[in-house]
């Protein structure tokens, strides 16, 4: 590892716009992520967080702007690099994607199939130990994803987005859709992992639990830019309209109380 | 810069220590199997073993899982390798790992004899399940059509609207043409051969009979089967997947009635008006061809056409239409409510939807040709 890579963001976003058709959905938005932090994202529904995520991935093409990961210009990259950064980064999508005829087990197998050169042994004794770590039973490896539950879902998807030990996972909401107990287990998974695999994670949610008990800094989305970034303290004390609202509603003081 | 792995053996009296070094990580993962089979061979050579791991500068779950498979094939009844030197930021991935279950679970699903008996077996028993899955499909669209002629408001007539332009109108273009293409080949191959007899003028009996009593309505059929049964298939297919046909029947509809019924109708009425064009077009290539290649002009292809057909021949294939029609459809939808989770599942049904509806609408012509020639039609 470079030294250099170390102090700079694992995600540098600077001046991105995103455009649908006549509607600007991110309009000149900067973000730096930090190596080992969790980030979670925030904004009200349809402020463009899922755009963001997907924009980072490259599955949204951009008008402007530039976007590094791991120091890598994605726009100027060839495809080795691109692949290189590919092979490190890791995505839970909302809905999981799980490959909808492929068992659990070559589920998680798949990128190992494709990025590393390993025997069907160790590929099945890493699957068990990913299993493990998502908190998932061995049994659940031979079923298909039709037959999970929507939690399971998300643990299994969770466990094919860290197969290849990524050094960066995206989890597009990753406790909605989940009961409460399930999503305070889901937030503890991340926050160990985070610290044993020495993940960064770049975290769209929801839940205001979530961002109390898992996140190390905030940001928040709105009218197409980061509106404020920090620490929960940060966002608890500033005087933003929505922000106040956000932290300060109802729910938020059953969450903290 | 990390190097590569290595796992060094340095013997202290009683004791082995096997030092770990370098990168243990995914991308080194094949030479770091074959360090830690050799290694595994030296279980019970010494009293005490340890893997010393202080001076490896990379670990990811990979690495973690190889070392965890070392130590523990290298316990031996009383004798528990250990790990030494694991600094803070790597203790708890091996912790981590320390807890899963050596066995891991591993299908075997062996081709054995039995088993493809067996396969055979329930394929034969499947025909049973399919034509039983039909006539009840069949019943349940009939008995929603007779709700909705008791309750007339009940109908969809905007779906069935909205259905009828897709199988209709918008394969009028593709269908016109392929069977006016048709008519060209019969009618130039039926002058190339007749010539010879000096019988030129015959293939113009040969083509009225053919395109109105069996190729028209046939080949629309098929053409119909692959264009609209496999819509309908993928249709009702991932609304089935999403869970959508649920919702529906718990607001208290009746998927039959919402989603089948309009699309059985419309492709009921679609395919006799298409199986007329069809027809008008292959007689308009075929008199085409007549006369540019064959030198029939178009009045007496005409008047030759008049003698050569009557009303019933276009009657016989203009008959079999809806009830093709209703073939293909009831498959179709067979086919699309049975999917289950998976895309691969939608695309096997997709596909035998359009196999099945081909195949019947081929049966359904050899059982009416047998009916027509017994009533003498």
């Known amino acids: 590892m470079m030294a250099g890579e170390i102090q700079n963001p694992i995600i540098r976003v600077r001046d991105i716009t995103v455009q649908f058709g006549s509607t600007r959905v991110l309009d000149g938005l900067n973000l730096d992520v930090k190596r080992g932090e969790i980030l979670g994202f925030v904004g009200p529904s349809g402020a463009g967080k899922s755009v963001l995520t997907r924009t980072i991935i490259g599955l949204v093409p951009k008008v402007a702007g530039r976007i590094e990961v791991f120091g890598v210009d994605l726009d100027s990259s060839d495809t080795s690099q691109r692949r290189g950064v590919e092979r490190r980064w890791g995505v839970l999508f909302q809905q999981g994607a799980l490959f909808s005829s492929l068992t659990v087990r070559q589920n998680i197998q798949f990128p190992m199939r494709e990025y590393l050169n390993v025997t069907q042994r160790l590929m099945d004794e890493i699957t068990m130990a990913k299993l493990a770590m998502v908190g998932l039973k061995p049994e659940v490896a031979e079923r298909f994803p039709s037959e999970l539950s929507g939690g399971m879902i998300k643990r299994v998807a969770l466990a094919r987005a860290l197969a290849l030990d990524p050094d960066l996972v995206f989890l597009d909401e990753p406790t909605s859709g989940l009961d409460p107990i399930g999503a305070g287990d889901f937030d503890e998974l991340v926050r160990t992992l985070q610290r044993t695999l020495g993940l960064t994670v770049f975290m769209v949610t929801h839940d205001l639990d979530s961002l109390y008990t898992a996140c190390d800094r905030i940001a928040v989305l709105g009218n197409g830019k980061i509106i404020a970034a920090g620490s929960i303290a940060d966002m608890q004390a500033s005087q933003h309209p929505w922000l106040r609202q956000y932290f300060h509603g109802k729910r938020a003081r059953a969450v903290m109380s | ?377």
């Not at chain 2, 790992?97 to 396969?119: C, F, H, N, Y």
């Not at chain 2, 899955?133 to 905007?158: C, E, K, N, Q, Y």
């Not at chain 2, 496999?230 to 919702?247: C, N, P, Q, V, W």
């Open chain 2, 1 to 377: 810069m990390s190097g590569d792995p290595k796992l060094e053996r340095i013997a202290k009296g009683n004791a082995l220590a096997l030092c770990a070094t370098g990168a243990w990580t995914a991308s080194f993962a094949p030479s770091l199997e074959r360090i830690v089979a050799d290694a595994e061979k030296l279980a019970g050579s010494r009293q005490n073993i340890f893997i010393d791991v202080s001076e490896v500068s990379k670990l990811d779950t990979f690495g973690a899982w190889l070392i965890e498979r070392l130590r523990r094939s290298l316990t031996q009844g009383s004798v528990e390798a250990q790990i030494a030197g694991l600094s803070a930021n790597y203790s708890s991935l091996v912790d981590e790992v320390r807890r899963v279950k050596a066995t891991p679970v591993i299908d075997s699903s062996t081709v054995t004899i039995s088993g493809m008996l067996e396969q055979i077996g329930r394929a034969v028993a499947g025909v049973a399940g399919t034509v039983t899955s039909l006539v009840d499909m069949l019943g349940a669209v009939l008995a929603a059509g007779g709700r909705v002629l008791i309750h007339p408001r009940s109908f969809r007539l905007t779906s069935t609207v909205h259905h009828l332009e897709q199988v209709c109108w918008r394969a009028v273009p593709i269908i016109v043409l392929i069977t006016f293409l048709i008519g060209c080949i019969i009618s130039q191959q039926g002058i190339f051969h007749f010539r010879r007899f000096g019988a030129d003028i015959f293939v113009v009996d040969m083509l009225g009979v053919l395109v109105l009593r069996e190729i028209g309505v046939l080949l629309v059929a098929i053409m119909v089967a692959g264009r609209s049964g496999s819509a309908y298939t993928a249709e009702l297919g991932s609304m089935k997947m999403r869970e959508e046909i649920d919702a529906l029947r718990t607001m208290g509809f009746d998927p039959i009635e919402v989603l089948v019924l309009p699309r059985m109708l419309a492709l009921v009425l679609a395919l006799p008006i298409l199986a007329f064009l069809g027809a008008m077009a292959a007689l308009y290539g075929g008199g085409l061809v007549a006369w540019l290649y064959g030198g029939v002009d178009p009045e007496a292809f005409l008047l030759r056409l008049r003698d050569a057909i009557s009303i019933d021949h276009f009657i016989v294939g203009i008959v079999k239409a809806p009830v093709m029609a209703a073939v293909i459809g009831i498959v179709a939808c067979v086919e699309g409510l049975a999917v289950q989770g998976s895309a691969e599942s939608l695309g096997q049904h997709t596909t035998s939807s359009v196999v099945k509806g081909i195949f019947f609408v081929i049966v359904m012509d050899g059982v009416f040709a047998i009916f027509f020639a017994s009533i003498g039609m």
